[in-house]
């Protein structure tokens, strides 16, 4: 049976893997980088969506910086300034899993093996509104039941005393209130993280911090460190009319470069809700990028705790009885320099249930870079001590192993 799904598993990464062959990114360029006139390398440590230090300057400064693009300008510089062009790019993802459950009758999950073919296909719109405003549209463009505009955040962020400070308008269907700025790799923000499995190499991914939000965010940051204390609702397009923005979102991280390592280490806190709907977590993460041997690497530590419902309310992050916890380490080494790495990660988890609480995970796999913005990624997750209340899909009988292969591109 292990050989037959081995072969299943063979198959599906050679068809896709010739698909990817066949992808023509001499033209793919994202839409940041066709403003700042800068390959998307300039932006990302080992590959996307990993940020470097200029990287993090690029998105703590609002969207704004410029390049060889011209300019529509105004009078006076602060009356108008925008991109000659409105910058776009498209970004997709194609996905094989596979589980080692079994499917219940008419009912295919990924123990049957899914191509996810898009598993995202997504239009986004970026950039520069004026010298001190930018923003960015993600509009989702293939699921019918999900609402077109799946993010927007408009940053007008200001220099006041040598520092960055300002607000941030955001809404989200499903990255959480760390939507609404974000600067480290640690998978704080759903889409900001170095592996597909999210759940497996990201506390705050595992306590289920990546939901609709809605609110706006009052940050201040400079090179070394930022703040971002942000007010907001656990909605997205639905139900805006008259939400109250009753949750409470504080995040700081400090960012030293210690020798050549470019470092970083936080702290997240959500609390608040209304009517008995509270959000109510924690986290702590840390990051080390820098070189090892000549090649380059990436540590990951998070550790993060979604506190249990009191009685006669609910937690937005934990319906169990018990704390949900989670504490995960994740090294990517660059076996090849920014084209190919090597990835190893391991979670020890409480899912905060009554019985078959023990929810951990080991996940190994890898990147390699069709170019810098086409990617291959493949990993493969074990559950070593889950029970049936917390393994893969698979209904008859619950997996505890998934294998994702995956073809990624922004153009």
């Given at each position: ?202 506390a705050q991914q595992y306590i289920g911090t990546a939901t609709g ?61 209304s009517n008995g709907a509270n959000t109510n977590a924690w986290a ?128």
């Open positions: 049976m292990l050989a037959s799904r081995f072969r299943k598993i063979l198959f599906s990464l050679a068809v896709l893997a010739t698909t990817a062959v066949f992808v023509t990114p001499s033209q793919a360029v994202p839409a940041f980088a066709r403003q700042t006139g800068k390959a998307c390398a300039s932006c990302h440590f080992q590959h996307y969506p990993a940020l470097n230090d200029y990287g993090r300057d690029f998105k703590a400064s609002g969207f704004v910086d410029m390049g060889k693009q011209g300019t529509v300008k105004g009078t006076k510089d602060n009356e108008l300034s925008i991109p000659e062009m409105l910058n776009a790019s498209v970004f997709l993802k194609v996905r094989h899993q596979q589980s080692n459950g079994s499917d219940l009758p008419d009912t295919p999950t990924t123990a049957s093996g899914q191509w996810q073919a898009p598993d995202e296909f997504a239009l986004l719109l970026g950039g520069r509104v004026a010298p001190n405003i930018g923003f960015l549209i993600e509009a989702q463009l293939i699921d019918g039941a999900a609402p077109t505009l799946a993010g927007f955040k408009m940053p007008m962020i200001y220099n006041v005393a040598g520092k960055k400070a300002g607000i941030i308008p955001f809404t989200t269907d499903a990255l959480g209130v760390a939507y609404g700025f974000e600067l480290l790799n640690t998978g704080a923000v759903r889409n900001v993280r170095v592996a597909e499995h999210r759940n497996e190499t990201s939000a809605v609110g706006a965010a009052f940050v201040v940051s400079d090179a070394s460190w930022f703040v971002n204390f942000s007010r907001w609702a656990p909605n997205h397009i639905e139900g805006l009319a008259g939400v109250s923005l009753s949750s409470n979102y504080f995040r700081a991280a400090y960012m030293p470069a210690i020798g050549d390592w470019d470092v970083g280490i936080g702290g997240q806190m959500w609390s608040g809700g702590l993460d840390a990051q080390m990028q820098g070189m090892f041997m000549s090649r380059p690497i990436g540590l990951y530590l998070t550790h993060a705790n979604a506190e249990a419902p009191k009685a006669g309310e609910t937690n937005l992050f934990n319906t169990a009885p018990n704390a949900k916890t989670a504490t995960t380490i994740m090294l990517e080494y660059g076996i090849i320099p920014n084209k190919a790495t090597l990835q190893l990660a391991y979670r020890s988890a409480d899912n905060g249930k009554k019985v078959d609480s023990g929810d951990n995970a080991v996940t190994f796999g890898g990147t390699y870079q069709l170019a810098q913005n086409v990617q291959l990624q493949l990993q493969h997750s074990n559950r070593t001590k889950a029970g049936n209340n917390g393994r893969y899909e698979g209904s008859s009988k619950p997996g505890d192993a998934l294998t994702t292969f995956m073809l990624s591109a922004g153009f």
